[in-house]
T-cell receptor
């Protein structure tokens, strides 16, 4: 089945560091990828929609300058948490939608990145 | 707007018990419905889906039927196993934005299932 690889799986770093998370679709092309944030014991919160070759669309309340998204190819989107602080610690999950097929087809999720800022 | 309401957990069952997790939705247009499962420390995996009324999605012994009249998509399994312990999310995709150009997943809050041997 469709596979989405997310890397790294876990990051621990000091406050003020910028952290880049990669999301790759391994066996399909994705014009659209999604970035979510999940707090402990809560549901996923959509942060932004990443569109290949154009600017990402951010959800209300998500800081564009804080969470930089780049979708440079049909198989790769990156999320950079700039100057991370302890309140940015969370579980970040990406998903991708196969460019073949309609928009109401299921998204395929990566395994998530646990970000811990000290 | 679109929303998903699912049964709040946690749900604790003994092995081989019957499972039901209720899910109802509100949506503009005609949504597609999904159940995703999240095992501890992992991302989400698609469990099953249904794209039109009366469709039944099924996988790994789990089933859910798209009921348009009751706007529901309840998840069921006849005999749960310890390995089914996870968080289950009901979700929908319905077109949003101008011209229905966006297809965003809307999730329920998730239901934690624990199955004891």
């Amino acid at each position: 089945g469709a596979v989405v690889s997310q890397h790294p799986s876990r990051v621990i770093c000091k406050s003020g560091t910028s952290v880049k998370i990669e999301c790759r679709s391994l066996d399909f092309q994705a014009t659209t990828m999604f970035w979510y944030r999940q707090f402990p014991k809560q549901s996923l919160m959509l942060m932004a929609t990443s569109n290949e070759g154009s600017k990402a669309t951010y959800e209300q309340g998500v800081e564009k300058d804080k969470f930089l998204i780049n979708h440079a190819s049909l198989t790769l989107s990156t999320l950079t948490v700039t100057s991370a602080h302890p309140e940015d610690s969370s579980f970040y999950i990406c998903s991708a939608r196969d460019r073949k097929g309609q928009g109401n087809q299921p998204q395929h999720f990566g395994d998530g990145t646990r970000l811990s800022i000290l | 707007g679109n929303s998903v309401t699912q049964m709040e957990g946690p749900v604790t069952l003994s092995e081989e018990a019957f499972l039901t997790i209720n899910c109802t939705y509100t949506a503009t247009g005609y949504p597609s419905l999904f159940w995703y499962v999240q095992y501890p420390g992992e991302g989400l995996q698609l469990l099953l889906k249904a794209t039109k009324a009366d469709d039944k999605g099924s996988n790994k012994g789990f089933e859910a039927t798209y009921r348009k009249e009751t706007t529901s998509f309840h998840l069921e399994k006849g005999s749960v196993q310890v390995s089914d312990s996870a968080v289950y999310f009901c979700a929908l995709i319905a077109p949003t934005g101008s011209g229905g150009s966006n297809y965003k997943l809307t999730f329920g809050k998730g239901t934690l299932l624990t199955v004891n041997p």
